[in-house]
């Protein structure tokens, strides 16, 4: 079976601090992807990564940065001096072949990023 | 303009009635999704379908039902609502084949009472 699990279920912050949102999966496909998605206040669902299980180059776009071990199964998310406009709920996602190849997304539950100016 | 566009984006109505959402795409991608979001829950997937002819259930179809009129529509039926089913509904594309990203739409807010 495949899962995702997000332990934190909400992280509260002061501006500028530095925030890690962990992500953990199961899954016994050998070939699989992990998303990140952002879902602001205003309810829509932004993409942000993806990354196959083939490439465990950590990644940085900016602020945000991702940590993919697959020793570990973890996915992690960092948002260097965060701001505000991070405050959001935070998603994490596995696709594979477990999933029947359809392509389908399993979420985990989310994680709400409170950033207090 | 958005990419995915569905409609209603708000909606109340009362037990046992018939609703549909719509999901339309501009994106030209022939995958496409309905997930539900409740709170705690994270996504979960209702139906999909890989082209106009190709209909899958997903993990949570009981009490739904789809149409997929054309490759940039793909509509969400709820035949006779309760209120177990209020929630956030997210229609999604992808491109074949998997593991690509998902692009979603706004999202229907559904309510019945």
């Known amino acids: 079976a495949q899962k995702v699990t997000q332990a934190q279920t909400e992280i509260s912050v002061v501006e500028k601090e530095d925030v890690t949102l962990d992500c953990v999966y199961e899954?016994?496909?050998?070939?699989?992807?992990l998303f990140w998605y952002k879902q602001p206040p205003s309810g829509e669902l932004v993409f942000l990564i993806r990354?196959?299980?083939?490439?465990?180059q950590n990644e940085i776009s900016g602020r945000y940065s991702w940590n993919f071990q697959k020793s570990t199964s973890s996915f992690n998310f960092t948002i260097t001096a965060s701001q505000v406009v991070d405050s959001a709920v935070y998603f994490c996602?596995?696709?594979?072949?477990?999933?029947?190849?359809?392509?389908?997304?399993?979420f985990g539950q989310g994680t709400t990023l409170q950033v207090k100016p | 303009d958005a990419d995915v566009t569905q409609t209603p984006r708000n909606r109340i109505t009362k037990t046992g009635k018939r609703i549909m959402l719509e999901c339309s795409q501009t994106?030209?991608?022939?995958?496409m999704y309905w997930y539900r979001q409740d709170p705690g829950l994270g996504l979960r997937l209702i139906y999909y379908?890989?082209?106009?002819?190709?209909?899958n259930k997903g993990e949570i179809s009981d009490g739904y039902s789809v149409s997929r009129q054309a490759q940039a529509k793909f509509s969400l039926s709820l035949e006779s609502a309760i209120p177990n089913q209020t929630a956030l509904y997210f229609c999604?594309?992808?491109?074949?084949?998997?593991?690509?990203?998902?692009?979603f739409g706004p999202g229907t807010r559904l309510t019945v009472l």
């Open positions: 996602a596995l696709s594979g072949r477990g999933s029947g190849n359809t392509g389908k997304l399993i």
């Open positions: 994106k030209g991608h022939d995958r």
């Open positions: 379908s890989f082209d106009v002819k190709d209909i």
């Open positions: 999604a594309t992808s491109q074949t084949p998997p593991g690509y990203e998902q692009f």
């Open positions: 899954t016994r496909d050998t070939t699989y992807y």
């Open positions: 990354r196959n299980s083939f490439d465990e």
